[in-house]
């Protein structure tokens, strides 16, 4: 199993700021990496795949990068929607894996 | 558009089998590029997948949960289901239903992109 790895349990960012999310994988995974965001009492919602490929309706200030084993979620200036857990998850193989979860929190 | 809906008892006794249903509408299960899904959280925590069915009925499950789940479809209602059997504290939490579609675009690409509102169960006696 393809365990993935959120180092940061939360992020403290200022409205307009920037955010960086990192994700690791245990294994190579390639770009076969997805990104989700969760608010609270709300379903996750998909926001990258192919580790950099914005979903349909996903704002620009939404970035992915990475390939192999290293990952970033950017959020390039932060609005007070953007509040909220976010999840990486890889595709690579089965079972699916998520990470832990990164909560984005006004600081 | 697609809306998928979880139904079920919030409540199971311990070591007896939750079962849920999700409903689907604004879709089809016959999109061969399309696996129907049953991811869970328990409260405060990270997401889990489950498994999923095909629509050609054939399943995956995840190692962990020690072959207690079944999934199936059942066209003829829409809907498809999850069984967890021997339940315990630890299966406390709340389940989604998700689809998870394959997209080809010079590379294959998977991604959960619908998903249902979630229901909690928790298990207790």
């Known amino acids: 199993e393809v365990e993935m790895t959120q180092s940061l349990a939360t992020v403290s960012v200022s409205p307009g700021d920037r955010a960086t999310l990192p994700c690791r994988a245990s294994?190579?995974?390639?770009?076969?990496l997805a990104w989700y965001q969760q608010k609270p009492g709300q379903s996750p919602r998909l926001l990258i795949y192919?580790?950099?490929i914005r979903a349909t309706g996903v704002p620009a200030r939404f970035s992915g990068s990475g390939s192999g084993t290293d990952f970033t979620l950017t959020i390039s200036s932060l609005e007070s929607e953007d509040f909220a857990v976010y999840y990486c998850?890889?595709?690579?193989?089965?079972?699916?894996?998520f990470g832990q979860g990164t909560k984005v929190e006004i600081k | 558009q697609v809306q998928l809906q979880e139904s079920g008892p919030g409540l199971v006794k311990p070591a007896e089998t939750l079962s849920l249903t999700c409903t689907l509408s604004g879709g089809s299960f016959s999109n061969g590029n399309s696996y129907w899904n049953w991811v869970r959280q328990p409260a405060g925590r990270g997401l889990e997948w489950i498994g999923h069915?095909?629509?050609?009925?054939?399943?995956r499950y995840n190692p962990s949960l020690k072959n207690r789940v079944t999934i199936w479809l059942d066209t003829s209602k829409n809907q498809f289901s999850l069984t967890v059997n021997s339940v315990t504290a630890e299966d406390t939490a709340m389940y989604f239903c998700a689809r998870e579609t394959y997209h080809y675009d010079n590379n294959g690409y998977y991604f959960f992109d619908s998903w249902g509102p979630g229901t909690l169960v928790a298990v207790s006696s």
């Open positions: 069915v095909k629509p050609s009925g054939t399943t």
């Open positions: 192919g580790a950099s």
């Open positions: 294994q190579r995974i390639s770009i076969n």
């Open positions: 998850q890889q595709y690579y193989e089965w079972p699916r894996t």
